[in-house]
């Protein structure tokens, strides 16, 4: 295959591989987009179908990202119906978005056609209700019935991440006839590795693996072969309760049932594992009071989506201000206090940090409950313990040595210790609270614990301070 560094014009390349529109660091090669930039401008449909079309959607999708904002919508109309609409299941929001609101809803309707269920409706979710019954007036029935149905679950939903496509047969069916049906039914998934067996009303019976149908002769009867379905998923559960389900029992897929039992689609492994990225990346960006900003979002949508938090942690930096204020006679006859402060705050904000991180996560993922909270408090105190003698020693040597003064390195050394102690149980207890009154500790966490930390911290060393340099 010709290497992109050999191609004189974009309509000599061939079709692209990874390797070559990737560079060393995974980034998209910038020559390919110099020649994909050429392709747009000089309407070269021939070089997009050959090196652009036969991308994988992920590909297709960084390669969006990384084009110019106007050159986007051109290269899509030029590919036409070549183009694969999934692809727009990989961009951010805020990118998806624009293009979608410049397309013809024609041109959606006959693309979100020919992709999976749960990719078009990842695409329909965002979309205006306007619009959104428009294009699914012009699909056929059947597919409507089914997208409809998925997006009338609620957000973040197992029903909304599944797939309306699936394998269904009765129990009395044979093998042979199943195999059949398999061969001949053309409005099947493209992929399945699970045959699901329901009654006439759909309510779900069982699942028999596609490895079991091979290795069974034709006239046997599916309910001689079926085993119980593995942990069918409610349709209105978390997306993120599912994933759970998921990693604990090791699943490919799983059957999506509604209130009655009945089968109402599949979710596959390939939705979990982006679910579990999404509610990953969603804990990390509220740990930091960021929300669910994007890196294609605007200036003034950043400042929005942060001004909030920014507003809270402003209201108690205040608040811990005003502990230093109540010592202020006492900083001004000792300066080594103003300079020795900052230490004794941040140690305790990061330590708190660590522990509240870790007690997020724990929640998020169910391993922590009610049952093992008390024993991890008692660990995150004995931690705090140690870790506040280890550093108050370390500060107390460097302070006394520093100013000269061994009361100076007392009372930082003793300080230290109480900080370390209540951001160990601060940054436990505060999450486990938040998650006790139904409010998301991965929001909310952050600025209650470094607040309990910075009044701790300063009201622990200017107050021993205080009451040691008046005895």
Do not use: C
């Not at 959607?57 to 119906?81: F, K, N, W, Y």
């Not at 397309?103 to 329909?124: K, R």
Request: proline content about 4%.
């Amino acid at each position: 295959m010709t290497n992109i560094d050999e191609q004189v014009r974009p309509g000599h390349l061939r079709s692209a591989e990874p390797d070559d529109i990737y560079d060393e660091d995974g980034s998209i090669r910038s020559d390919f987009l110099a020649l994909v930039g050429a392709a747009i401008a000089d309407r070269d449909v021939l070089f997009l179908r050959e090196n652009v079309a036969s991308l994988h959607e992920s590909e297709l999708g960084h390669l969006i990202e990384a084009i110019h904002p106007d050159q986007r919508l051109p290269m899509i109309t030029l590919l036409g119906v070549d183009f694969d609409m999934t692809a727009l299941t990989e961009v951010d929001e805020s990118i998806r978005m624009q293009i979608v609101d410049q397309m013809p809803n024609e041109q959606i309707a006959a693309a979100i056609g020919e992709i999976d269920s749960d990719d078009a409706v990842y695409i329909l979710e965002d979309l205006d209700q306007e619009d959104r019954d428009e294009i699914l007036a012009q699909l056929p029935f059947t597919e409507r019935v089914r997208l409809r149905r998925a997006l009338d679950y609620p957000e973040s939903s197992a029903g909304r991440r599944m797939q309306t496509e699936f394998v269904a047969v009765p129990p009395f069916w044979t093998v042979g006839q199943t195999i059949d049906y398999m061969r001949d039914e053309e409005e099947l998934p493209e992929s399945f590795t699970q045959i699901f067996v329901i009654d006439p009303t759909f309510k779900l019976l069982g699942v028999v693996n596609l490895d079991r149908i091979l290795r069974t002769k034709r006239m046997e009867k599916i309910e001689g072969i079926m085993r119980d379905t593995n942990h069918p998923i409610p349709a209105e559960m978390d997306q993120e309760e599912a994933a759970q389900v998921f990693e604990q029992y090791d699943l490919l897929s799983a059957a999506v049932v509604d209130e009655s039992g009945r089968l109402v689609g599949v979710l596959t492994i390939d939705d979990v594992v982006d679910v579990i990225q999404e509610e990953a990346e969603e804990d990390l960006m509220r740990l930091g009071g960021v929300g669910d900003e994007e890196l294609s979002d605007s200036i003034p949508e950043i400042s929005r989506s942060r001004v909030s938090w920014l507003l809270v942690n402003l209201l108690t930096a205040i608040l811990a201000a005003s502990v230093i204020s109540l010592f202020e006679a006492t900083i001004e006859q000792i300066v080594a206090l103003a300079v020795l402060m900052p230490i004794v705050a941040g140690m305790g904000g990061n330590a708190g940090s660590q522990t509240m991180t870790v007690t997020v996560r724990a929640l998020a993922t169910r391993n922590l409950d009610i049952h093992n909270a008390w024993r991890v408090v008692r660990r995150e105190a004995g931690v705090g313990l140690i870790n506040g003698i280890v550093f108050g020693l370390l500060i107390g040597l460097f302070a006394g040595l520093w100013f000269h003064d061994v009361n100076i390195g007392g009372i930082i050394a003793t300080a230290m210790l109480i900080n370390m102690m209540a951001a160990a149980i601060a940054g436990i207890l505060i999450p486990l609270l938040l998650d006790k009154i139904g409010a998301d500790p991965a929001v909310s966490s952050a600025v209650f614990v470094t607040t309990v930390t910075d009044i701790t911290g300063f009201f622990a060393f200017l107050g021993l301070a205080s009451w040691w340099f008046s005895i």
